[in-house]
């Protein structure tokens, strides 16, 4: 049973609705210290989420891939055949969110998962990878990161010297003009069939 004080009682009001008692309660100066209590009470789950946000940030602005200036040289080339193409596959590093792809010119290709992506003291970015001490892809270093160019250091395909790379978007447009919409193994298939006639 709730008791009322005299000033309170002509603040309850009680009516039936379609057979239900609805009671109206106005608390004048109540509102205040419940919205206090509300603001203390409430927890940042963004801050908790994104408590590494610079290191999701660092390694956004590196995520795609990036090809060796030669590589981009070799593949715009007007001369450039269907056969030349799927050759072999393109040297480039393939950075996602959690992994490192490193595909070299002379076949092997290399991966990691990224352990860490740290600010490093030269002021470029730093990708650390899950590897043992005597693995060859064990980190990579991205320096003077400027539009679609940076300073790699770090692949195995370059004995981890530094090498100037660059996104190369028109790399897709190039494929299907050079491969005329058809795929290397329809490539290599033909090649076969012309060398046993």
């Known amino acids: 049973m709730i008791v009322l004080g005299a000033d309170m009682r002509g603040i309850l009001r009680t009516r039936w609705a379609g057979g239900l008692l609805v009671v109206g309660l106005a608390l004048a100066g109540c509102g205040k210290g419940q919205e206090q209590a509300a603001e203390t009470q409430v927890y940042d789950y963004t801050a908790a989420a994104f408590a590494d946000s610079d290191s999701k940030a660092l390694i956004y602005n590196l995520i795609g891939r990036w090809f060796p200036e030669a590589e981009i040289k070799r593949l715009d080339d007007d001369s450039m055949t269907p056969e030349a193409w799927c050759a072999r596959e393109p040297s480039h590093i393939r950075v996602h969110l959690d992994e490192v792809v490193v595909q070299c010119d002379s076949g092997p290709t290399y991966s990691a998962a990224i352990a860490r992506v740290t600010r490093h003291e030269s002021g470029g970015i730093q990708v650390v990878l899950r590897a043992s001490e005597d693995a060859p892809?064990?980190?990579?270093?991205?320096?003077?990161?400027?539009?679609?160019?940076?300073?790699?250091?770090?692949?195995?395909?370059?004995?981890?010297?530094?090498?100037?790379?660059?996104?190369?978007?028109?790399i897709e447009t190039l494929r299907r003009q050079i491969l005329g919409g058809r795929r290397c193994a329809q490539i290599h298939d033909r090649v076969d069939n012309d060398a046993q006639n």
């Open 137 to 170: 892809l064990k980190s990579l270093l991205f320096e003077k990161v400027i539009g679609t160019k940076a300073e790699i250091s770090g692949s195995p395909c370059a004995e981890g010297k530094k090498m100037v790379h660059a996104r190369f978007p028109k």
